[in-house]
């Protein structure tokens, strides 16, 4: 045998053993993009429908914690919150998908370890949910019995009102439980003060007849996995990318998706990292 012969099987182990730690760092940069800490992201809304002189209102969304191992265990969570609390919101919107029961997911936890560092965000006006799909896929009663156990209130299909702000909790979309008409009656119903959509799914926003100050939502992890010159493989949205991520105006109506903070399927996200949304209410100047 040549000496070129005996080099050729070891110039493939090279190649090999290259490719193999290669591929071993992109999933470690993955994970460690899944699990770092949210980006903070800001925007201002001028609403009419706040009283100039009312001081500015700072509404803090979150969305797809998917509470589940290994990339989001209950303990990394409730740092999570402490951190978001600092920056002292007057309202929490939570926009579904708090529980995951991912095939990938090294350990999953009951509802009561899923609320239990939900409990612990603080905000004058509160705390409020609008259920995700995996919410209806995994003990939804007993999850929605823990939140309301710790204050959070749960909306489906129903509206609250909290200090000068009416909220709207649509149900899922993508599991087929949101009733848009149902929810903006019972915000009609509570008056005409400043009107806010809470949801999982953005895909309701082209079935909401009229403008509200703003449509909070997630579902879409902004792609989660996203590649250069390529995009995401899916934004989970029978629209495409039409509300893929972040503040979007669409027809006149502002709307807010997150990243969310936890993973679906796969612990890993690439150029999407996990986020939540500070959002200041501010009134709008009638000279403007």
């Not at 439980?177 to 895909?203: I, K, N, Q």
């Not at 902004?222 to 893929?244: E, H, K, M, N, W």
Request: a positive charge; charged letters at 25%; glycine letters at 10%.
């Amino acid at each position: 045998m040549s000496g070129k012969e005996k080099r050729r099987p070891r110039r493939w182990l090279r190649w090999l053993l290259l490719l193999g730690l290669a591929g071993a760092g992109l999933l470690a940069k993955g994970y460690w993009n899944a699990t770092r800490d949210p980006v903070i992201r800001t925007a201002t809304v001028e609403v009419a429908g706040l009283p100039m002189g009312q001081p500015a209102l700072k509404l803090l969304l979150l969305s797809d914690i998917h509470v589940a191992g290994p990339d989001m265990p209950p303990e990394r969570l409730l740092r999570i919150v402490a951190d978001l609390n600092r920056l002292k919101p007057d309202l929490v919107l939570i926009a579904g998908d708090l529980v995951s029961e991912k095939r990938s997911a090294s350990h999953v936890y009951s509802p009561a370890e899923v609320v239990a560092p939900l409990g612990e965000l603080k905000a004058p006006l509160g705390v409020v949910v609008a259920p995700g799909n995996h919410d209806h896929w995994f003990r939804p009663d007993a999850l929605r019995g823990e939140l309301e156990k710790r204050g959070i209130r749960v909306l489906q299909n129903e509206a609250v009102k909290l200090g000068p702000l009416i909220v709207g909790g649509v149900d899922d979309d993508y599991s087929g439980h949101d009733d848009v008409p149902a929810t903006l009656a019972a915000m009609d119903r509570l008056g005409a003060d400043v009107p806010l959509l809470l949801t999982h799914s953005p895909d309701i926003v082209p079935d909401v007849p009229r403008p509200v100050a703003a449509v909070f939502a997630g579902h879409t992890h902004c792609g989660q996995i996203r590649f250069p010159f390529i995009g995401a493989l899916t934004y989970v949205s029978r629209y495409g990318d039409r509300f893929a991520c972040g503040d979007i105006s669409d027809g006149g109506q502002r709307v807010f998706v997150g990243a969310g903070l936890g993973t679906s399927l796969l612990p890993l996200r690439y150029l999407t990292p996990p986020d939540a949304w500070l959002i200041t209410l501010k009134p709008k100047d009638p000279r403007s």
